[in-house]
């Protein structure tokens, strides 16, 4: 008779997939009958259910990973245990619960947490920029401003988030145009009334675009913002049409 701690233990491999038929309906047949267990198993589905989707690198817990390891440790053991008589293996009708079917279970769901793991890393690893971009749209602090087009660019928008206390913000703009080669959208910071000079970006081709912009103080300390076109390495004063304003 398997106990309720045998379960407990399966239950996070059971979460993942990664156990074998039998093993399963073991499971399934003790679940139908321990509360403890079916609260168990809601709170390993949440946290499986998290991994793919999540924006921030989130870690299987250490206490799942130690239990896969434990678990592929102890499979090559038995495994290792059961082929020394090879004969005795093919002969044998019944097979005990925890042979090789487990094993390769076990081994993939410890590869697939790996590969999440590695995934993650190359994600933070990929772009410094998105991942300042993600950091200040997370922040709980995060303030969103409006910024509307101009009458020569009605169709265009921008939002901006800023954090108190940082020094640069994230930009969204749409529906602006492609401009040639040499010309670029510069993304001014206004204070008393004076604009600032910040980064010079493009567009996609679908007329939208999420950048970092940098400011020469606190992003607190700027009442306006606004974006004209200018040359493509960028000006110190604006020179070129305005597209985008907004203020406080
Ligand atoms: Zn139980």
Same mark, same amino acid.
């Given at each position: 008779?398997?106990?309720?701690?045998?379960?407990?233990?399966?239950?996070?491999?059971?979460?993942?997939?990664?156990?074998?038929?039998?093993?399963?309906?073991?499971?399934?047949?003790?679940?139908?009958?321990?509360?403890?267990?079916?609260?168990?198993?809601?709170?390993?589905?949440?946290?499986?259910?998290?991994?793919?989707?999540?924006?921030?690198?989130?870690?299987?817990?250490?206490?799942? #990973?130690?239990? $896969?390891?434990?678990?592929? !440790? &102890?499979?090559? @053991?038995?495994?290792?245990?059961?082929? %020394? =008589?090879?004969?005795?293996?093919?002969?044998?009708?019944?097979?005990?619960?925890?042979?090789?079917?487990?094993?390769?279970?076990?081994?993939?769901?410890?590869?697939?947490?790996?590969?999440?793991?590695?995934?993650?890393?190359?994600?933070?690893?990929?772009?410094?920029?998105?991942?300042?971009?993600?950091?200040?749209?997370?922040?709980?602090?995060?303030? #969103?401003?409006? $910024?509307?087009?101009?009458? !020569? &660019?009605?169709? @265009?928008?921008?939002?901006?988030?800023? %954090? =108190?206390?940082?020094?640069?913000?994230?930009?969204?703009?749409?529906?602006?145009?492609?401009?040639?080669?040499?010309?670029?959208?510069?993304?001014?910071?206004?204070?008393?009334?004076?604009?600032?000079?910040?980064?010079?970006?493009?567009?996609?081709?679908?007329?939208?675009?999420?950048?970092?912009?940098?400011?020469?103080?606190?992003?607190?300390?700027? #009442?306006?913002?606004?974006?004209?076109?200018?040359?493509?390495?960028?000006?110190?004063?604006?020179?070129?049409?305005?597209?985008?304003?907004?203020?406080?």
């Amino acid at each position: 008779m398997v106990s309720h701690e045998y379960f407990q233990e399966l239950i996070s491999m059971y979460a993942l997939g990664a156990v074998g038929d039998a093993e399963r309906k073991q499971v399934q047949a003790h679940l139908s009958e321990c509360a403890a267990c079916r609260k168990s198993l809601r709170q390993e589905q949440a946290a499986v259910n998290t991994l793919p989707f999540s924006v921030a690198p989130v870690e299987p817990s250490q206490e799942t #990973k130690l239990k $896969l390891f434990a678990r592929v !440790d &102890a499979d090559l @053991a038995q495994n290792h245990a059961a082929h %020394v =008589p090879q004969r005795a293996m093919k002969q044998t009708a019944r097979r005990a619960w925890f042979a090789q079917p487990v094993f390769a279970f076990a081994v993939l769901a410890l590869v697939a947490l790996l590969a999440i793991g590695g995934w993650m890393v190359l994600q933070n690893l990929e772009s410094p920029e998105q991942q300042a971009i993600a950091s200040i749209m997370n922040d709980p602090l995060v303030q #969103k401003i409006s $910024l509307a087009g101009t009458p !020569d &660019a009605p169709d @265009a928008w921008g939002e901006m988030y800023m %954090v =108190p206390g940082q020094s640069r913000a994230v930009l969204k703009v749409g529906g602006l145009a492609s401009l040639p080669s040499d010309k670029g959208y510069e993304f001014w910071f206004f204070r008393g009334g004076e604009p600032q000079p910040s980064d010079v970006f493009t567009v996609n081709a679908d007329g939208t675009n999420t950048v970092l912009v940098n400011a020469r103080d606190k992003v607190e300390n700027f #009442k306006g913002w606004g974006v004209t076109i200018e040359p493509r390495q960028g000006v110190e004063k604006p020179t070129g049409t305005i597209v985008i304003v907004g203020g406080l």
